[in-house]
Every structure is written in structure tokens, then in C-alpha cells.
């Protein structure tokens, strides 16, 4: 499984980066006003250095919510960086959207997802990725690891191209269930990534093993 990170802070990018774990970023406009990046040219420079950190995809997110604007927007961010991946939110503008920058060549991920419905159109619309929300399904007492095991499963069996890149994942234990589930990627706050680290007989066992070399040698 692929690990993107989610997030526009580029310290926290370079961190994921350094790690060597890092597949690919997504962003927002929330992470990116999180971030205080505001005006279109700090925008697009924005994307552009989070492409000179990473080697992977990044996903930047068009405003327009018209097809026209969608579709130019999505084609002056895809002509900023060959990692660029064009974010659009799952409307009946954005499926469009999807559909013509598909054809032109131009890799999207189609957001906003949340339920096997939604990710079908945008799948034959030909995304690269589809992003379904775990954190906030959960938010709203439905789980979100079946919805990414059900677009999983209809991938699988469709043999569609498209990857599920599970979003709006919050923790660990959302990531161990993301694999299960089948997801191609799971895009996670930096926080989350580096508790997969976290246990205690890793900590117990080091400690030990210094003590004892330290015993004879220390
Ligand atoms: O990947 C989508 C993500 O940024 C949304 O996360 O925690 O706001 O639901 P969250």
C-alpha cells in the first residue's frame, strides 16, 4: 500500500520524505488555508515546492465548481508539475470534469467520495484515484473502512485502473484497517504515520539490549 501524506506544511512533508516511506501528498483548500497560503500565485508555487520535495503523485484541488472552470483550472494546475494530480470534488460538473481530463491525458483524483455510487461514476469517468472519506463516515456513526472495502472489492472485480486512495483517515488504527480493507493508498496526517512506530516491546526490548552490550562493554 502506498502512503501519501495529507497536508500542505512543508516541514511536515520533508519530515515523510526523509522518513523514505513517502509515496505522495494531497492537499486542499482547507490544508492549504491551514497553512496560510492564500493568492493564486502563492498557490501554484505552493504545489511546485511540495513537488520539489516528494518523488510521488501530489493531488492539488481545483475551486471552480462550473465544468468550464473546472477544466481549465485542471489543466493549468496539471501544466505546473508531471506529478501534479488534479483534485475534483465528486459533482455531476466534476464527473464531467474527470472525464475530459482523463481523455486529455491529465491524472485526477476525484474527492469528496462517499459511497460505492460515487465511485463508480468517477471510476468509468476514468479517475486515477478516487478518494472516499473514512474520518468523517465515521464522524456520522457510519463506518468508513466498508465503504473503502466495497469500492475495493468493485475495482477488484470490475478491473477498473482506478486506486482508492482512502482520505480523511485520523490514526493508526484506521491505517491497519485501510490495508485490510484493500486500499491502494491511504493519505494520513504525518502524526498517524509515525505512530505505526509506537510499541512498547520495541522500546523494552531496545532498552535491554543496550543494557546488557553496556554491561560488557559499557
Ligand atoms: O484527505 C481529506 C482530508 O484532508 C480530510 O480530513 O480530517 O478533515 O476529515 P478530515
Do not use: W
Request: aromatic share 6%.
Amino acid at each position: 500500500m502506498n502512503f501519501f501524506i495529507d497536508t500542505a506544511n512543508l516541514d511536515q512533508i520533508k519530515e515523510a520524505q526523509d522518513l523514505g516511506i513517502l509515496d505522495g501528498v494531497t492537499t486542499n483548500p482547507s490544508l492549504m488555508a491551514k497553512e496560510g497560503i492564500k493568492g493564486a500565485k502563492n498557490i501554484t508555487q505552493h504545489y511546485v515546492d511540495i513537488c520539489n520535495i516528494v518523488d510521488g503523485d501530489v493531488s492539488a484541488e481545483v475551486i471552480a465548481t462550473d465544468y468550464e472552470g473546472m477544466i481549465s483550472e485542471g489543466e493549468e494546475l496539471a501544466a505546473l508539475h508531471p506529478q501534479i494530480v488534479v483534485k475534483v470534488p465528486c459533482t455531476k460538473n466534476g464527473i464531467k470534469a474527470v472525464k475530459y481530463l482523463s481523455t486529455k491525458g491529465i491524472r485526477t483524483n476525484c474527492t469528496l467520495i462517499f459511497s460505492v455510487g460515487q465511485a463508480l461514476l468517477a471510476a468509468k469517468a476514468g479517475a486515477t484515484y478516487v478518494s472516499p472519506f473514512v474520518g468523517r463516515l465515521d464522524d456520522i456513526c457510519t463506518d468508513g473502512i466498508v465503504l473503502i472495502r466495497q469500492i475495493a472489492d468493485m475495482f477488484n472485480y470490475y478491473a477498473f485502473d482506478t486506486q482508492v486512495l482512502a482520505a480523511s483517515v485520523r490514526h493508526t488504527m484506521h491505517i491497519i484497517q485501510c490495508v485490510e480493507a484493500g486500499a491502494h493508498v491511504a493519505t494520513c496526517p504525518l502524526s498517524a504515520i509515525v505512530g505505526l512506530l509506537n510499541h512498547p516491546l520495541t522500546d523494552k526490548g531496545l532498552e535491554q539490549f543496550l543494557a546488557d552490550y553496556n554491561k560488557l562493554n559499557g
